[in-house]
T-cell receptor, first 110, second 116 residues
Framework: GNSVTQMEGPVTLSEEAFLTINCTYT??????LFWYVQYPGEGLQLLLK?????DKGSNKGFEATYRKETTSFHLEKGSVQVSDSAVYFC?????????FGAGTTVTVRA | DTGVSQNPRHKITKRGQNVTFRCDPI?????LYWYRQTLGQGPEFLTY????????KSRLLSDRFSAERPKGSFSTLEIQRTEQGDSAMYLC??????????????FGPGTRLTVL
């Protein structure tokens, strides 16, 4: 079956530090890949997506590249801000329904 | 507000009672999904509808769970004879997709269920 494994947290960083959250997946076929974010007290929001191999998704300074050869979709941001503190979920889509990783809690300190 | 709405936001019930949650998707979104999220975990797929048709149910959805979307608009999720293990956040999402090609799913704020 489909599954997503992402880096365990929590992750604590200083402002302007580099952030990377590892995500690998197992799937049959060629799924679409996503990063969702959940800010404190809010619902899940789509952060970025990639629908085929070598696609790069980007949004709000975050990037992730769909790597079929390593079955990975690592999330990166070059300079984090306090407002990036949230829980980040990696996910894949199989005919529409989503399979999520366990989530990584990121805290950015001023 | 034109986002996905869920009611109630919180529900506390005693073991053995029945509970029902409602989800109102974004207008004209024909796909509607239910997920369950327990503490420290990502959401897990429960079931989804395309219009009024329930197309898939997860093995997580035991006989005590039933979902409906009678007119292809709002949906309800009912849990009968609740157990403490049912305590979780129940999330609803909607999508405009009518095909198997992914379209963004928009999530509601969730209903947090606590079974005492």
């Amino acid at each position: 079956g489909n599954s997503v494994t992402q880096m365990e947290g929590p992750v604590t960083l200083s402002e302007e530090a580099f952030l990377t959250i590892n995500c690998t997946y197992t799937a049959t076929g060629y799924p679409s890949l996503f990063w969702y974010v959940q800010y404190p007290g809010e619902g899940l929001q789509l952060l970025l997506k990639a629908t085929k191999a070598d696609d790069k998704g980007s949004n709000k300074g975050f990037e992730a590249t769909y790597r079929k050869e390593t079955t990975s979709f690592h999330l990166e941001k070059g300079s984090v801000q306090v407002s990036d503190s949230a829980v980040y979920f990696c996910a894949l889509s199989d005919r529409g329904k989503l399979s999520f990783g366990a989530g990584t809690t990121v805290t950015v300190r001023a | 507000d034109t986002g996905v709405s869920q009611n109630p936001r919180h529900k506390i019930t005693k073991r053995g009672q029945n509970v029902t949650f409602r989800c109102d998707p974004i207008s004209e979104h024909n796909r509607l999904y239910w997920y369950r999220q327990t503490l420290g975990q990502g959401p897990e797929f429960l079931t989804y509808f395309q219009n009024e048709a329930q197309l898939e149910k997860s093995r997580l959805l035991s006989d005590r769970f039933s979902a409906e979307r009678p007119k292809g608009s709002f949906s309800t999720l009912e849990i009968q004879r609740t157990e403490q293990g049912d305590s979780a956040m129940y999330l609803c999402a909607s999508s405009p997709s009518t095909s198997l090609v992914y379209n963004e799913q928009f999530f509601g704020p969730g209903t947090r269920l606590t079974v005492l």
